[in-house]
């Protein structure tokens, strides 16, 4: 009887995506020291509830590992989830409960929206990253939770801001090309949280002063029906205080925290 090409073999599978991956990596982290442990990231965006994309995102990185530990690289291995807690909500999810009471947060960093679900958890974000541990229970992948919030608030990412914010120029040369039209008018790089209504997509950057780590923020713009507050002023971008832009915040994931791999789609890219 002949063999049947499509029967499952034995693994490693060699030729699979993950150990193409996998062997591009290890050729690129071959020099480092050896207690120097190989990085790999995903994220997840605790705006809503986790659904099978979010699985995916964490386990196609974990087939990336295992396929770079199969190989017999020396290094050991850590997965990041970082978890983009300081993002401000765009709308408010139709599967939540108590939504009207989670309206009036719009634009606000999810880690700082109250649990729609009940006082079970410190936020919005919190009880949305349960929800991410049990649901990825069954497939028994290990990774460690970061929090975009956490890292903000503890200063971890002040020396990465500083330089951001003195090369902001060059970044915003670099990535206004890539942005639709309609969106680079007023693109900036970093993103200040409104000091007065707490909102964080309805900040302007009208000036950047590199050498005192500041921004001048103007709080007008309107998204997703939430409107900015009309405060004026200028503030510390250190501490918790902004956060930097989309594709800017792989940079500085990537610079803060040695991250030698993330996957990205082309649907991130546009
Ligand atoms: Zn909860
Ligand atoms: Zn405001």
Not at 12 to 18: G, M
Not at 163 to 185: M, Y
């Amino acid at each position: 009887m002949p063999a049947i090409s499509s029967a499952p073999q034995a693994h490693p599978r060699p030729d699979l995506w993950p150990y193409e991956e996998a062997r591009k990596l290890t050729e690129r982290v071959h020099n480092y020291e050896p207690q120097r442990p190989v990085i790999f990231q995903s994220g997840f965006g605790p705006s809503g509830l986790p659904h099978l994309g979010t699985m995916g995102e964490i386990l196609r990185p974990s087939y990336v590992r295992h396929a770079f530990e199969v190989l017999g690289d020396i290094h050991s291995t850590r997965l990041i989830v970082f978890i983009d807690d300081m993002d401000g909500l765009r709308k408010v999810p139709e599967n939540i409960p108590n939504r009207e009471a989670t309206a009036p947060y719009l634009g606000q960093p999810v880690s700082r929206i109250p649990d729609p679900f009940g006082p079970c958890h410190d936020s919005f974000a919190s009880h949305m990253v349960s929800l991410l541990g049990t649901f990825l229970e069954p497939v028994e992948v290990e990774y460690e939770l970061l929090r975009s919030s956490e890292m903000y608030a503890s200063g971890r990412f002040d020396q990465g801001l500083r330089l951001i914010i003195a090369k902001h120029r060059e970044i915003t040369a670099i990535i206004a090309p890539t942005l639709r039209e309609e969106n680079r008018v007023g693109w900036s790089p970093i993103m200040p949280l409104c000091p007065q209504c707490g909102q964080i997509n309805s900040t302007l950057v009208t000036a950047y002063h590199p050498e005192r780590a500041t921004v001048e923020l103007s709080c007008q713009r309107n998204f997703g029906g939430a409107n900015g507050c009309g405060f004026i002023g200028e503030q510390s971008i250190l501490g918790g205080q902004a956060k930097v832009q989309w594709k800017v915040d792989w940079a500085l994931r990537w610079y803060v925290l040695n991250v030698d791999y993330e996957l990205y789609g082309k649907d991130l890219i546009d």
